[in-house]
């Protein structure tokens, strides 16, 4: 939600924000496919990209060949930490992808759907919305309006979202979810953000349907 170093040292450009944003959103095909396909079929669509992406993360660390390759090519969307040899650290977008794989195999589908959604809607657009009007901060790339924009697209995607038994009770449970979700990303946890957003959502929504719809998974 601010503005963070990219592969000179300097702050990502907000065209490259937007351009990785974009990446971002993209990702809500995964979530949207889910919900039409068995998970035997997604995951066997998932997980061999996902194969392919560690792969990748290891020989970009091990091969100087590829790591000027991922640099040349993937420059001005990197964090620091992204490009940096010096620490092996995976990027967004592999964390992203093994955030989904694990919610598909470990949660009931619509608690992973929505999950998913959050982190590919909500987490995105609170990022965008802080870099470009974020004028106070409490926390490192953490601003009071990424914070609540985060929460109301939350809400927007609980509320769009499939649902169980449409009741207001089920509304409620993704409302509070949405509202634990928000806390724990603006807590800047040590793990990836795109690890823990859909980790911490699914086991919220989990939770909070097994609490109040005893029996339902």
Not at 97 to 124: E, G, N, R, W, Y
């Amino acid at each position: 939600m601010t503005d963070t170093p990219g592969n000179s040292g300097q702050p990502i450009t907000l065209k490259g924000e937007l351009y990785r944003k974009l990446i971002h959103y993209s990702s809500a095909a995964i979530p949207i496919g889910y919900f039409f396909l068995e998970k035997k079929i997604t995951l066997t669509v998932v997980i061999p990209i996902l194969a392919a992406m560690l792969i990748f993360e290891i020989l970009k660390y091990n091969s100087k060949s590829v790591h000027a390759l991922y640099t040349k090519l993937f420059s001005y969307l990197l964090r620091e930490h992204e490009y940096d040899t010096r620490r092996i650290r995976i990027n967004g977008a592999t964390w992203l992808l093994l955030a989904d794989t694990i919610c598909i195999i470990a949660f009931p589908k619509l608690v992973a759907i929505t999950a998913m959604l959050l982190l590919s809607m909500a987490d995105s657009s609170s990022a965008i919305v802080g870099r470009v009007y974020a004028k106070k901060h409490y926390a490192p790339n953490r601003s009071f309006i990424g914070s609540v924009t985060f929460f109301v697209v939350g809400v927007i995607i609980v509320l769009a979202a499939p649902k169980y038994f449409y009741t207001p009770t089920e509304y409620l449970i993704g409302i509070a979810a949405v509202a634990g979700t928000t806390i724990a990303d603006a807590l800047s946890l040590p793990a990836d953000d795109n690890l823990t957003i859909p980790i911490v959502a699914s086991v919220l929504l989990y939770v909070l349907y097994m609490f109040f719809f005893p029996g339902i998974f």
